[in-house]
């Protein structure tokens, strides 16, 4: 009875542990504010805010989606009705998945009866690598996914499927392996990297014993799961732009994907000089040092196969290869446009590392070893999450890394601007377009400054560079639109709104200067409804209201068109006086 006690006390002091020591090195960046594509799927997104948006999140026709995270997003969803628009509270949900993660990743290797396993979750916990996945708002799917992976491995542990063929599953075993399959969907519908999942599970099952054909009936389901959801997440990483996220050929991808191996490798045994955005790798054949990693981790590959007494490191590394694939840039991922590894594409990799580290050193170092690196790595997460703390700290931060990162010049500029500074904001930008001229982004950015420092005839250019390199940015269409617009070309500006409004239905600003424009050519009976549906998409739209009302009353619609008048002057007192 005691010594059951005293278990129970170290379990939940290790849990404890655990959990204080991620909270601890995440402080940095609890505080820290909303960063690069934080505002496309939280800020600024239509469905997070709408009230049946939830529902539409599961949906992936809806046309409004940028991915297909429904877990995710319906997580931002509910919590945007309890933080709104303050950072603070999805940072600490972030850091308390995470914690979950660290338990969770101790559970499973405990039930794989590895050794070291506290040291692994402990190792794991602490790594800097992790940083960009728990202090970047927009990757919840990857702390998210992870907890749901990892109760799908722990409860497939304990569903039986490892014993030898013929043994016959309990009830409470068959319930388990349910939970492991419903957790696989979870997961998946959080992040579709998790697809790798299956190949873990028979990998754990030929660690036990040697695979059977029954193993192909129960993984059959889970290979379903992710070959379903892998081809749509395919589907929506090209969704929205006008051509590939970049194009190599099948040697220059195999190349790559041998330095990826060894690049996250690298980072995960010395995590030293961890960037946000890393510069390009530009893969040339012809050159021999682009040959060495792939031939390095294939001769590794080889050497641990051949060797049956190193059984335990093979298959670290082969699941830490198997968690890289798909990151290893076969299949392109948006963020590719911008640096072809990240940090948070190795989360998954890194339980490898960490684990065998664990496991060697229960085994041969010193008790104080795994407390010594604990402590080092946790220094190194509490420096890498200070950088989170805002944009303008984080994109500083890149660019002393990463001069050549037109990301970050483009969005150091947008904080800049956003703090009032435009004489620096241009200038980044004005780098952004050096470095990359067909960034529609930076010609975006650039355009809003010269608009109001120049006026719409030089702004204009930018715009339509804009709209070029991306023709579904919906946004630069509308400000295309206003300086066509403002340069007397009405009906260049007619075609670039009602793009606008196809490309983003609820539009208000874009239904209102439409019917504007309509209305000033005198073809007020086509112009009404568009302001009917700015007013209804936007109720609190002063001048939609009065514009309706004039166009309204030019219909005979008196009775109608007061009531409109009555409600701009509501909304906008300085409108009662209206001409």
Not at 56 to 72: G, H, K, N, S
Request: proline share 6%; with cysteine.
């Amino acid at each position: 009875m005691e010594r059951a006690a005293n278990k129970s006390y170290a379990l939940l002091g290790g849990c404890l542990l655990l959990a204080g020591l991620v909270f601890l090195v995440y402080l940095p960046a609890l505080h820290g504010g909303f960063i690069f594509d934080d505002d496309n799927i939280l800020t600024t997104n239509p469905l997070v805010r709408a009230h049946d948006g939830f529902w539409r999140f599961w949906t992936p026709w809806e046309p409004e989606l940028v991915d297909y995270w429904p877990v995710t997003t319906s997580s931002f969803w509910l919590e945007w009705r309890i933080w709104g628009s303050d950072p603070t509270g999805y940072h600490l949900t972030n850091i308390l998945l995470f914690a979950a993660d660290a338990i969770l990743l101790w559970w499973v290797l405990r039930r794989l009866r590895l050794p070291g396993a506290f040291a692994g979750a402990l190792l794991f916990a602490a790594h800097p690598v992790n940083v960009q996945s728990v202090a970047w708002i927009a990757e919840r799917k990857n702390v998210l996914s992870l907890l749901f992976y990892l109760a799908a491995i722990g409860c497939f542990l304990r569903s039986g499927r490892t014993r030898p063929p013929g043994t016959a599953a309990a009830g409470r075993e068959r319930l388990w392996y349910g939970l492991s399959l419903g957790a696989f969907v979870l997961a998946m519908l959080s992040k579709g990297s998790v697809a790798i999942l299956p190949l873990v599970l028979l990998g754990i099952v030929a660690w036990h014993r040697r695979l059977a054909w029954r193993d192909a009936l129960w993984s059959a389901p889970y290979f379903a799961v992710a070959g379903g959801l892998t081809l749509l997440n395919m589907a929506f990483q090209k969704h929205g732009f006008a051509a590939p996220i970049r194009s190599a050929g099948l040697l220059e991808r195999t190349l790559e994907a041998g330095a990826t191996v060894c690049f996250y490798l690298a980072k995960a045994v010395f995590p030293a000089h961890l960037v946000f955005v890393y510069p390009l790798w530009h893969v040339a054949p012809g050159n021999p040092l682009w040959w060495l990693p792939l031939l390095a981790a294939l001769a590794v590959t080889a050497l641990l196969w051949a060797r049956p007494r190193w059984r335990a490191l093979r298959f670290a590394w082969l699941y830490f290869v198997a968690a890289l694939v798909p990151v290893l840039g076969f299949a392109d991922i948006s963020f590719m446009r911008y640096t072809l590894v990240a940090d948070h594409y190795q989360q998954l990799a890194l339980i490898g590392v960490a684990a065998a580290l664990g496991a060697a050193a229960a085994r041969w170092a010193p008790r104080w070893a795994v407390p010594a690196a604990a402590a080092l790595l946790a220094i190194l997460t509490w420096r890498q999450a200070g950088i989170y703390r805002d944009a303008e700290a984080l994109y500083r931060a890149t660019l002393a890394a990463n001069p050549q990162c037109w990301l970050a010049d483009n969005n150091l500029g947008i904080a800049e601007a956003n703090s009032g500074r435009t004489p620096e904001a241009r200038a980044h930008f004005v780098e952004a377009l050096r470095l990359n001229p067909d960034y529609p982004e930076a010609n975006f950015n650039l355009g809003l400054i010269e608009l109001p420092r120049s006026g719409p005839a030089a702004a204009e250019p930018y715009f339509e560079r804009a709209v070029q390199f991306s023709p579904r940015y919906a946004m630069a269409r509308y400000y295309l639109a206003n300086t066509l617009r403002a340069l007397g070309r009405s009906d260049d500006a007619l075609r670039q709104y009602a793009e606008a409004i196809r490309l983003q239905p609820d539009f208000p600003q874009a239904e209102n200067n439409l019917g504007t424009v309509l209305a000033a050519a005198g073809r007020v009976g086509e112009a009404l409804p568009h302001f009917a549906a700015a007013v209804r998409l936007d109720p609190g739209f002063a001048q939609a209201h009065l514009n309706l009302g004039y166009a309204l009353q030019a219909e005979g619609r008196a009775g109608e068109a007061a009531e409109q008048f009555t409600l701009a002057a509501r909304l906008d007192p300085r409108l009662a006086n209206r001409p």
